[in-house]
């Protein structure tokens, strides 16, 4: 790896950035008080990363410190952030990321201290942006146990994950990309939140689902869709080996339609034309659970 990183410990553009990205931070709402951090690599044994307790909207470059990848401290005057294993993990799994920030986005958040599973084939912006967004289990932050909750979702493709009961992790090539992930996490929690209150939200169908990914495919976006083959579509099921016993279960939104992977062949059978009763269905129960919702309904008036 020396071929691709220089050090960069003293590099004051890259420090003015991360305090950048923390004035976006702590403007957004997504970081109260002393909360979050961001890194940044800059060599092979080198990274840049937000000192513990300061606001992240308030930090200048002279603030900003240096770790070597186990977490040791070998440069700045203010001790680095007591999160710095989780940003390590994740650089030393996946060799392409360089930058991480980690914070509490309050809608995103939300969903992971609800453990509610994040909709997937909704949002055309989702789809191509992110894809599917795993929930790391819930561990006491700043150890090593904390780190290592994170590594089973480390596939290709992913880009951001929510940390369960604490907040989210977004991380890419540079600094902004990563924070961007936050901000578009965030912006559509907010939407299903607000979809939710006014009655739910409306999937796609499978042909709208796979032009989404064929388009990110060709912006040359990378998906854990692409790689896996017995994963559905739109059901949330890229990581479920890294789950094991604690997979999410939705309780707030209808379950996604099941649809075949994107490394399956298309079909329309799973795509119901509106009006249309499935087979097996007991018409005899439906139209008593109706008439039941109507005579209650009524008599709340």
Same mark, same amino acid.
């Given at each position: ?100 920030? =980690?914070?509490?986005?309050? =809608? ?194």
């Amino acid at each position: 790896m020396s071929n691709q990183w220089n050090s960069g410990i003293n590099d004051r553009k890259i420090k003015e950035q991360i305090c950048e990205i923390g004035r976006r931070v702590y403007n957004k709402g997504f970081a109260a008080a002393n909360d979050g951090n961001i890194s940044y690599r800059v060599g092979d044994n080198e990274v840049l990363c937000s000192p513990t307790m300061i606001c992240k909207g308030f930090m200048t470059p002279d603030d900003i410190c240096a770790v070597d990848l186990n977490g040791g401290q070998i440069a700045g005057k203010r001790k680095r952030t007591s999160e710095i294993l989780l940003h390590l993990a994740i650089m030393k799994a996946r060799p392409d990321i360089r930058a991480v920030v =980690h914070c509490h986005p309050p =809608h995103a958040t939300a969903f992971g201290v609800a453990r509610e599973p994040i909709p997937q084939c909704v949002l055309p912006e989702i789809e191509v942006f992110l894809g599917e967004i795993p929930f790391a289990p819930y561990e006491t932050p700043g150890g090593s146990p904390f780190a290592e909750t994170v590594l089973p979702f480390l596939k290709p493709g992913t880009s951001c994950i929510i940390l369960t009961n604490h907040g989210t992790v977004s991380f890419g090539k540079e600094l902004e990309e990563a924070y961007w992930k936050t901000e578009i996490v965030d912006a559509y929690c907010r939407i299903l939140i607000l979809s939710r209150q006014l009655g739910g939200i409306s999937y796609l169908n499978e042909q709208k689902s796979r032009e989404l990914l064929d388009l990110k495919k060709k912006l040359g976006f990378d998906d854990p869709r692409f790689h896996v083959d017995n994963c559905d579509l739109c059901g949330n099921t890229a990581f479920r080996d890294g789950y094991h016993e604690n997979l999410p279960q939705p309780k707030a939104f209808e379950p996604p339609p099941q649809y075949p992977g994107y490394l399956q062949p298309a079909t329309s059978a799973s795509i119901q034309p509106a009006g249309t009763i499935p087979a097996g269905t007991d018409l005899e129960a439906m139209v008593r659970m109706i008439t039941e919702q109507v005579m209650a309904a009524m008599g709340q008036r």
